[in-house]
């Protein structure tokens, strides 16, 4: 029985303060190193293989991503 009250504390303390804060919509959810895989993976294989000059278009990508993402960059 110990292990259910365990449980259900743990459940309760997740939802704990953070529940009850109005969400800030500016504030970014993730971190940026984890922020849009896709525009980064293609940006980063582009600077590689072309170099950074090559590739503004997908710089430009990935920054976009990340300004809709909530980044300030």
Known sequence: MGDQNEVQAC??????????QSPDKSKPKKKICCACPETKRIRDECIVEHGEGACAKW????????????FKV
């Open 59 to 70: 710089i430009e990508a990935h920054l976009r991503c990340l300004r809709a993402e909530g």
């Open 11 to 20: 459940a309760l303390s997740s939802q704990g303060p953070a529940s009850t």
